[in-house]
């Protein structure tokens, strides 16, 4: 059995190695991606999952456009750490697939009108467009099978400020709106499922390693040099294997980029395990909580914070990923995309 799953992305690096993830899930109806303004601009996350879809000579997708800016205000983007088009040294091949005639936040909710209680929603950018979603259908925590975000840092650093975590920071309205709409929600019938929400705390366990990649590369029987640290900035990959090029030239920049932050020559694969957790729930261990999102805060704007003993004596609004068996999670990640992958040769 397939499971309905729509995809909200801001596409960057770790965001197309997800939709990768996506695409090579035989339990996955992918039936729709909106594109959401974060790592880069809209424009060019459009252009990142056309090209995605050309690349992996994927069926007609519908992909929609977002919201050129947060709700409330100025758009911020990532370019040092995505590259200057997102996906660090990768170029996809042009493309002459369309948008939607719709935008995002309707594109949420006609998928979830079409696949009433089965829809499963996933969103790795800024919550910008499931805020404007839910602006229009305030019901539509009630048609969805599950919602899993990533986005935040519970007792944990930021990665954008020192407490904040860059999806939420780019449109902390949008995502105090989301966590609002869910907290509302305990009286409607059917009763709506706590969507799941997996901040750094648990994200930056998930670190894609040049040993890693180059199991990748062997699962998908493409030949490639090993990368290392030591190789001169820049080398683009020698895979013939278009995918396995495209994700070795992507997560080149996005090694250099955390080794630049003193990280190590690896990179954290934040949004893959969400596309991860929404296939399969139990690849995460959760605890239930309250969640806002502070707004005013002249140090801690975009902070999100989870209520975990009921001080506010509010009803917990999400569930938070709190532990990850990261090998689980790698070798499920290695056996679908390498597999997927060998099937472009």
């Known amino acids: 059995m397939t499971q309905p799953v ?55 997708i519908p992909v929609s456009k977002g919201s050129e800016t947060p709700v409330s205000s100025p758009l911020r983007t990532a370019e040092d750490t995505h ?33 009433p209680g089965e829809l499963i929603g996933l969103a790795t950018g800024p919550l910008t467009n499931l805020a404007l979603a839910l602006r229009q259908e305030p019901a539509l925590p009630t048609l969805l099978r599950r919602l899993v975000i990533m986005g935040g840092a519970f007792e944990y650093r930021g990665n954008t400020t020192p407490v904040a975590e860059w999806n939420i920071s ?32 648990l994200t930056e366990n998930i670190a894609m390693t040049p040993a890693l990649l180059g199991r990748l590369a062997t699962e998908a029987n493409a030949r490639t040099a090993p990368m290392s640290v030591l190789d001169d900035r820049g080398t683009r990959s020698t895979a013939a ?84 068996d990261p090998t689980a999670f790698f070798d499920r990640f290695i056996a679908r995309v390498g597999q997927f992958a060998r099937g472009l040769a």
Do not use: K
């Not at 965001?15 to 809209?42: C, H, K, Q, R, W």
């Not at 929600?185 to 901040?199: E, K, M, T």
């Open 83 to 115: 590259g200057p088009q997102g996906l660090g040294y990768a170029t996809l091949p042009p493309t002459d697939r369309q948008l939607t005639a719709h935008d995002a936040a309707q594109a949420w909710i006609t998928a979830a009108h079409a696949h």
């Open 170 to 201: 780019v449109d902390p309205e949008a995502a105090q709106e989301v966590f609002a709409v869910w907290s509302a929600a305990w009286g409607l019938d059917p009763p709506r499922h706590l969507p799941i929400v997996l901040g750094l705390n």
């Open 241 to 324: 294997n278009p995918l396995i090029r495209v994700l070795e030239d992507a997560m080149r920049f996005y090694f250099e980029f955390h080794y630049d932050q003193g990280e190590g020559y690896l990179a954290h694969l934040h949004d893959p395990l969400a596309a991860g957790v929404a296939l399969d729930p139990e690849l995460v261990t959760t605890r239930p909580a309250t969640v806002d999102v502070e707004l005013a805060g002249t140090l801690t704007r975009g902070m999100t914070i989870a209520d975990w003993s009921g001080r506010w004596r509010r009803e917990p609004n999400a569930l938070i990923g709190v532990d990850v």
């Open 6 to 60: 729509f995809a909200d992305v801001d596409t960057g690096v770790d965001d197309a190695m997800a939709l990768a993830y996506l695409f090579g899930s035989p339990d996955v109806e992918l039936v729709g991606i909106a594109s959401t303004a974060g790592n880069v601009g809209v424009q060019q996350v459009c252009q990142n999952n056309l090209g995605l879809l050309e690349l992996c000579r994927i069926g007609d």
